[in-house]
C-alpha cells in the first residue's frame, strides 16, 4: 500500500543552525502539506502546496520556513535559524482528491528537537 | 473562526465496553470531515472521511455518522489494541491544497 516517508525520524540541532526534512508523497498525488505538533497539543498546519507554489500558508510560516519540490518525488520544509520554540513533531502529509479535496495521507513524522 | 471541539478528552473503558466519541465543528461550507487514528509518535493514520450530514462510514469496530453540527465515532465491543488517540479534523471552501484542522483528539484506552 503507499504511503508517504519521512526522513531523518529524528533531527536534534543547535539553536540558529537550518534544517531540512525531507518527505517523499505518495507517488500519484499533486497536493502536499506540512504540519506539526508540539508535544501534548494539536495538529496544526503549516503550509500547503500545488502546482510548484504554495497555495496557503499559515501565521507560523514565517520567513524562516521555506518549502521546495526540487525533483519528481521529494517534498522539502527548511527552517533557516532554528528557535527552541520550533521542538516539534513535524509531519508532511499528500493528497489526491480532485481540487484538493478529500483526506490527506500522513507520514510518520520527524521529531525535531532544538537545544 | 473554524473550530474543531472533540469530547470527552479522555476515556477509559472495558474491553467490550461499547462508547461514542464526539466531535462538534464550526466551518463555513464544510467540504469533508476526517477521523483519524494517532498512537504515540506517530504520524495521523486516516480512517474516515465523511461529506455531508446523514453519511455514515463503518470499519471493523469503528462507525462514524456525521450531522450538520457533529460527528461521533462510535466503537462497538473494543479491544486493547484500539487503544489510540483518535482526531476528528474538518475541511472548508478555502484554495486547492486546502489545510485541514484538527481537534485536540479523544485518548481512548481500553482495559483487558
Known amino acids: 500500500e503507499p504511503e508517504v516517508t519521512q526522513t531523518p525520524s529524528h533531527q536534534v540541532t543547535q539553536m540558529g543552525q537550518e534544517v531540512i526534512l525531507r518527505c517523499v508523497p505518495i507517488?500519484?498525488?499533486?497536493?502536499f502539506y506540512w504540519y506539526r505538533q508540539i508535544l501534548g497539543q494539536k495538529v496544526e498546519f503549516l503550509v500547503s502546496f500545488y502546482n510548484n507554489e504554495i497555495s496557503e500558508k499559515s501565521e507560523i510560516f514565517d520567513d524562516q520556513f521555506s518549502v521546495e519540490r526540487p525533483d519528481g518525488s521529494n517534498f522539502t520544509l527548511k527552517i533557516r535559524s532554528t528557535k527552541l520554540e520550533d521542538s516539534a513533531m513535524y509531519f508532511c502529509a499528500s493528497s489526491g482528491g480532485l481540487a484538493g479535496r478529500g483526506e490527506q495521507f500522513f507520514g510518520p513524522g520527524t521529531r525535531l528537537t532544538v537545544l | 473562526e473554524d473550530q474543531v471541539t472533540q469530547s470527552p478528552e479522555a476515556l477509559r473503558l472495558q474491553e467490550g465496553e461499547s462508547s461514542s466519541l464526539n466531535c462538534s465543528y464550526t466551518?463555513?461550507?464544510?467540504?469533508?470531515l476526517f477521523w483519524y487514528r494517532q498512537d504515540p509518535g506517530k504520524g495521523p493514520e486516516f480512517l474516515f472521511t465523511?461529506?455531508?450530514a446523514g453519511e455514515e462510514k463503518e470499519k471493523e469496530r469503528l462507525k462514524a455518522t456525521l450531522t450538520k453540527k457533529e460527528s461521533f465515532l462510535h466503537i462497538t465491543a473494543p479491544k486493547p489494541e484500539d487503544s489510540a488517540t483518535y482526531l476528528c479534523a474538518v475541511q472548508g471552501p478555502y484554495s486547492s491544497a486546502s489545510k485541514i484542522i484538527f481537534g485536540s483528539g479523544t485518548r481512548l484506552s481500553i482495559r483487558p
Open positions: 465523511l461529506y455531508s
Open positions: 466551518v463555513s461550507g464544510l467540504r469533508g
Open positions: 507517488s500519484n498525488h499533486l497536493y
